[in-house]
């Protein structure tokens, strides 16, 4: 047993509103620079629908993630090493700007300098890459809240199989719900195992992965491993950049951008310890409908006196074992198991999991003429749900929509015990006992999910300075930390939140570190 | 070491000749050699191959590779050609006849492959308005004098080796080139080659120059340590030892416009 800390992510679907505040402060923080302007490290995308980069879930297409060959081995769906090195020189299978969309910006300019004239002046859409105007035909989440569902959203990878024939989307009949991605921080990384240079790496100490932009050559293989699609190309420094879990937030014990301005508090942050020797093991599960237990069997229990010991063996520090033990997302994934991973087929073991959307589902209990406090109505209703079971057990759990019904019908159990409880009755422990909660369990489920303050949904527990000698390096090479102002004379001041463009002169305009 | 005699020399070199064909390649290695030890400990930034799939990649499919497999065939005849004295050919048993022929049909080959790579990649360059504007200086200098230096050595083998009578660069060029780099310069075994040959090699040595500040240094990062490492990376964050000189880094060489 090889012990390792992973900081893990959990986000509550029924919660998200698809408002982006999440993807414009990751923006604001990490991307407003020249060359990925068209990256979004977080973004939020209205499900069902194609996605950013579009179809990127279509792996026939884009090859990312692993699978098993015929042999049953694990391996690359883009290929093994040799045929990736062959395709150095063009790589078939990267996506172009078009499948992202074109960045603009605007003549905002226009806007005050235009004459007095009849017509008040417009900024008009402006293309980033040209220079030139342009007609703005497709966006990070162009279809949000389903806009032109009609038209796009049946090249939603995910509407395969019979099934999906019985999708409308007509008004009446739709459903939608909004899906924030980022980064999965893998457990076995598909982008860091497709690098031809070793640039990229898995941190030992809480899983976040980086791209070490002084190694990186541009080889561009990380983008197509990768399933999710986040890994981005910066066109200006020819270097690949991805989310980085806000890594000298999570050091500092902060949660990252995307989790501390959610608005609607449904992101949930905490460590995960994990047997990195069985890792490998359990992506080469031969049943996808297997890979979820697979990767719930890799996490160890916190609270367990071997797994702590074989953890101080590893060297993860006390207070780190402390904070795993209240870690809000060994809650959701292990002891509740109300949390999913997103495509787990992709066989790349992704840590930020969800807890699947059941909104609607008293409403359908009442619209089958259902009585909402019998638990045996409210059961047969979550297979009756707007939302398919089958699509939602395409994205989390490789098709097996028993694992989807049973987290649904859980949440359901929980919601209907707890209407009770607060409108006064006694709650009926039926309902729980069926999907194996107890009162207190409810109590704290519903805690957690519902109610639960900023310290019970982050526990970051913060990097150790004094094994981390090199954090001061890190420290030097802060992109923040020059002022280039004359005036400074060689004290350190850190500007926080300027964007480079103001800050200085045009050369620091294109590029600067991430 | 010794380089056999060459046929055409003419006595002492002249000032000129020992300028253009001593001195110059001697700077123009110097340069190679220095400028690629600084941009290293420099630039780690700026070390890229700095692709533009990204932004257009219907010419890229095509162009990308024919440029470099037909480099890869031109670079291993130049080898070849210049850095074996015809004597070891002949002594291995093959005829000067013989190698011609080779040479210039595997020669020809290669030379159109690449030619053609790299006219299609020059031409997305030019005609792709994304990829124009975020050309940089260094591709700025790169592109004419690669494209000079390959448009000169095939246009050489072309009117004197294909179409033209035939030229024995191996007993005036070569000669030169190894005497370079064995310390013996032999500035008049090339004085009297034809023009087309003095210019490809003087185009060259500037290329060599030009190396280190250019994307052309991902050619030294060729990831053939990737057939040999374990799939999965693990770091630690306290790994990398602190390293003063990485406080005030400068901005990558070629990263300004």
Not at chain 1, 92 to 97: E, Q, R, T, W
Not at chain 2, 177 to 185: V, Y
Not at chain 2, 218 to 247: E, N, Q
Request: hydrophobic fraction near 40%; glycine fraction near 8%.
């Amino acid at each position: 047993m090889r012990v390792m800390a992973q900081i893990a992510m959990v986000m509550n679907l029924d919660k998200c509103i698809g408002c982006h505040t999440c993807s414009v402060t990751c923006k604001q923080t990490w991307t407003n620079r020249t060359g990925v302007e068209y990256a979004w490290f977080n973004n939020v995308e209205t499900k069902p629908g194609v996605g950013y980069p579009r179809r990127y879930e279509d792996q026939e297409r884009w090859k990312g993630g692993w699978m098993l060959d015929k042999r049953g081995r694990l391996v690359l769906r883009s290929g093994g090493r040799v045929k990736r090195l062959l395709s150095l020189f063009a790589n078939p299978d990267l996506p172009a700007i078009e499948d992202y969309y074109e960045p603009v910006t605007y003549d905002y300019d226009n806007l005050v300098s235009a004459p007095a004239g009849k017509d008040v002046p417009v900024a008009r859409p402006r293309s980033v890459l040209t220079g030139r105007p342009t007609a703005i035909t497709w966006g990070a989440n162009w279809e949000d809240g389903l806009g032109g569902a009609p038209e796009h959203a049946g090249g939603d990878p995910n509407l395969t199989g019979e099934w999906a024939q019985k999708v409308k989307f007509a008004f009446e009949q739709t459903f939608l719900f909004h899906l924030p991605r980022l980064c999965e921080h893998c457990l076995n990384p598909a982008c860091v195992s497709a690098c031809p240079s070793g640039a990229m790496y898995k941190r030992v100490e809480d899983g976040i992965v980086l791209v070490d932009q002084d190694r990186c050559r541009g080889w561009r293989m990380c983008v197509t491993a990768c399933p999710y699609k986040k890994v981005y190309i910066n066109h200006a420094t020819g270097k690949a950049e991805k989310c980085t879990f806000c890594f000298p937030r999570i050091e500092a014990g902060q949660p990252t951008v995307c989790s501390e301005t959610c608005v609607g508090r449904l992101r949930y942050l905490g460590l995960l310890l994990y047997d990195a020797d069985r890792v490998g093991e359990a992506a080469a599960t031969p049943d996808e409908k297997d890979l979820l237990d697979a990767q719930r069997g890799v996490f160890l229990d916190p609270h367990d006196p071997e797994v702590i010991a074989a953890a101080r063996e590893s060297g993860i520090p006390e207070d780190w074992l402390a904070a795993a033990r209240r870690s809000p997302v060994y809650d959701l994934v292990m002891r509740y198991k109300v949390a999913l991973p997103l495509h787990p087929e992709y066989r790349t073991m992704p840590m930020v999991w969800y807890v699947p959307p059941l909104s609607p589902v008293l409403d359908a209990v009442d619209a089958a003429g259902g009585n909402q406090d019998d638990p045996d109505h409210v059961f047969a209703a979550v297979t009756r749900l707007r939302i398919p079971l089958e699509y939602l057990a395409e994205l989390f759990t490789a098709k097996d929509t028993d694992v989807v019904a049973g987290v649904l019908m859980k949440l359901t159990a929980l919601r209907s015990y707890m209407r009770e409880r607060i409108l006064g009755e006694t709650g009926d422990e039926t309902v729980l006992k069926a999907v194996g909660l107890t009162a207190q369990e409810a109590e704290d489920l519903h805690r957690l999910l519902a109610v639960a303050k900023y310290q019970d949904r982050y526990v970051v527990p913060a990097a150790h300075k004094e094994d981390a000698a090199a954090l001061t390096a890190m420290e030097n090479r802060c992109p923040v930390e020059s002022s280039g102002d004359p005036t400074d004379a060689g004290g350190r001041r850190v500007l926080l939140g300027i964007p480079t463009l103001r800050r200085r002169a045009p050369e620091a305009a294109d590029g600067g570190r991430p | 070491m010794t380089a056999p005699v060459p046929p055409l020399a003419t006595g002492s070199a002249s000032g000129a000749d020992l300028l253009l064909w001593v001195a110059f390649p001697y700077v123009c290695l110097a340069v190679f050699a220095v400028g690629h030890v600084w941009r290293y400990r420099q630039d780690q930034f700026g070390w890229t191959s700095h692709t533009s799939q990204l932004l257009e990649h219907r010419w890229l499919r095509w162009g990308s590779p024919l440029f470099h497999l037909g480099t890869f065939m031109v670079i291993g005849g130049h080898v070849v050609g210049l850095a074996v004295p015809a004597s070891w050919s002949e002594a291995a048993g093959i005829s000067e006849h013989a190698y011609h022929t080779v040479a210039v049909w595997a020669g020809s080959v290669a030379g159109v492959a690449m030619v053609t790579g790299l006219g299609m990649l020059c031409a997305r360059r030019l005609l792709t308005r994304r990829i124009r504007l975020g050309t940089d200086r260094s591709d700025k200098l790169l592109f004419p004098l690669l494209s000079a230096t390959v448009l000169l050595g095939i246009t050489a083998t072309a009117a004197h080796n294909v179409f033209g009578g035939g030229y024995d660069y191996r007993e005036t060029v070569s000669v030169w080139f190894r005497g370079i780099f064995t310390l013996q310069p032999q500035p008049e075994a090339i004085a009297g080659a034809p023009l087309l040959f003095q210019l490809h090699a003087l185009t060259a040595c500037l290329l060599f120059a030009a190396w280190p500040f250019t994307r052309l240094v991902h050619v030294w990062s060729v990831p053939i340590g990737y057939l040999a490492r374990p799939y999965l990376v693990y770091r630690r964050r306290t790994a990398p030892a602190a390293d003063p000189k990485a406080a005030h880094r400068p901005r990558s060489v070629s990263g300004s416009r």
